[in-house]
Every structure is written in structure tokens, then in C-alpha cells.
């Protein structure tokens, strides 16, 4: 068989390498803004852009997967495996979206000028509503925690395949090419 047909596409193993750098970097930065009050305005002004970003890479993530579709799950997983790794996938993707968005309709919601760098602002998507501001911004909070719970979780799976199993499930996004010995 051929890469294409035991792997992700070049361009889909880029977005998804990409979409968990900036996962991990946004986690990282959240924990600290909750830690330290301190560093709390210079660890925003980083988390805006960022989740902005974040929202751009998973949609053109998410049109990329759709346009170049993806290798079969292996026939050593069982149908409710496949079921929880395709599960999976779409609640990574929906908190991937709704996680910025959220944020983004919180800091709308506060009339908050939403810098993003210099004098770059975003738009508000929502009206000014006290109301909504402290629903979206709880809102925000609990979609980051289940996004984190979600990454270990996905994270977990793939070391649990790797190291346990050994089935070569996660040379299908791995960055590199899969050797030979992996495709057969």
C-alpha cells in the first residue's frame, strides 16, 4: 500500500501538528493566567490572537480533512472503538470551535475592544449584554477544561496505541513518512 492510503495527507498531518501546538500553547498560557493574576494582561493580550488563530487553523483544518479524507482505522479495533475514536474526533472538533468563539462572544458580550495586534481589532459577533458576558465567560471556562480533558484524553489514546498495542494507529498522522515495516 501506499503512504496516501496509510496516512493522513502531507497537509492534514501539518494542520493537526499545528492545531496541538497551539492547543498546547493556549493550555499552558490559561493555567498561568489562573495562577498569576500578575502576568494576567500580558498573557491575554498573547491569548487572543492565539485563540483567534486557533479558530482559522481548525476551519481551514477541518475544510482540508473534509476535501482529502483520511486512512481507515485498522481492522484489530472493534466497531465500538472505531465509534469512540470517530466520537472523538468530532467533540475535538467541535471544542476546537466553540472554545474561541465562546471567548470571542465573551469579550463581545463585555464590549471589550478585542485587540488583536497594534491596531488590529476584531469585530463584536454579539451585543453588548452583561448577562451574556458572565454566561460565555463561564461558558469559555468550562469548554477549555473539557478541551484540555479532551487533548489527554486523544493524547492518552495515541501513547495507549503506540506503546501498548503497537498497532501503528498513530503513523497515520505521524509527521514523517511511515517506513515500509509500518504500511504493511
Not at 492510503?5 to 497551539?22: D, E, G, K, P, Y
Not at 498561568?32 to 500580558?42: G, N, P, Q, T
Not at 478541551?147 to 503497537?166: K, M
Request: aromatic letters at 10%; zero cysteines.
Amino acid at each position: 500500500m501506499t503512504n496516501e492510503r496509510n496516512q493522513f495527507s502531507a497537509s492534514v498531518r501539518f494542520f493537526h501538528w499545528l492545531t496541538a501546538a497551539i492547543v498546547l500553547t493556549m493550555l499552558g498560557i490559561g493555567v498561568r493566567m489562573i495562577a498569576s493574576l500578575a502576568d494576567y494582561h500580558r498573557l491575554i493580550s498573547i491569548h487572543r490572537p492565539l485563540g483567534i488563530l486557533l479558530l482559522i487553523i481548525v476551519a481551514i483544518r477541518l475544510v482540508n480533512r473534509l476535501l482529502h479524507g483520511g486512512p481507515e482505522l485498522p481492522i484489530t479495533m472493534s466497531d465500538q472503538e472505531k465509534f469512540l475514536a470517530r466520537s472523538s474526533e468530532v467533540l475535538l472538533y467541535v471544542l476546537l470551535f466553540a472554545t474561541p468563539l465562546a471567548g470571542w462572544g465573551m469579550l463581545s458580550a463585555a464590549r471589550f475592544p478585542i485587540a488583536m495586534f497594534g491596531s488590529v481589532h476584531l469585530f463584536p459577533i454579539l451585543p453588548h449584554n452583561v448577562m451574556l458576558y458572565a454566561i460565555l465567560r463561564k461558558t469559555h471556562t468550562v469548554l477549555a477544561y473539557l478541551l484540555f480533558f479532551a487533548f489527554v484524553a486523544h493524547f492518552g489514546a495515541a501513547l495507549f496505541h503506540s506503546l501498548i498495542l503497537r498497532d501503528g494507529l498513530v503513523t497515520r498522522i505521524a509527521p514523517w513518512l511511515a517506513s515500509s515495516k509500518a504500511r504493511d
